[in-house]
């Protein structure tokens, strides 16, 4: 029987996370607050921020951060919701 892994972030791929966080900050403007980069301030779209994250390993490693943080917020507040 194989291990279920407990990284969140495994078999997640990096176009889902990014439309989460677009979607639960409700647009790149939001987004582009809470990760000042420029493929979120500055024209942003889907396809570009996913090129430019693809090669910059830090931004990544930001967004992947951000997404950990809003998967624990959400967490929390189905808690505090479903009690």
């Known amino acids: 029987m194989e291990?279920?892994?407990?990284?969140?972030?495994?078999?997640?791929?990096?176009d889902a996370i990014l439309e989460e966080l677009v979607e639960y900050y409700?647009?790149?403007e939001k987004l582009g607050?809470?990760?000042?980069?420029?493929?979120?301030?500055?024209?942003?779209?889907?396809?570009?921020?996913?090129?430019f994250l693809r090669k910059t390993d830090w931004a990544r490693a930001k967004v992947e951060s951000l997404y950990l943080f809003v998967l624990r917020?959400?967490?929390?507040?189905?808690?505090?919701?479903g009690k």
């Open 3 to 14: 291990e279920k892994s407990k990284d969140p972030l495994h078999g997640k791929r990096l």
């Open 26 to 28: 409700e647009g790149f």
């Open 33 to 51: 607050e809470q990760i000042n980069i420029k493929c979120f301030t500055d024209n942003p779209s889907i396809k570009s921020s996913l090129k």
């Open 73 to 81: 917020q959400k967490k929390r507040s189905e808690t505090k919701n």
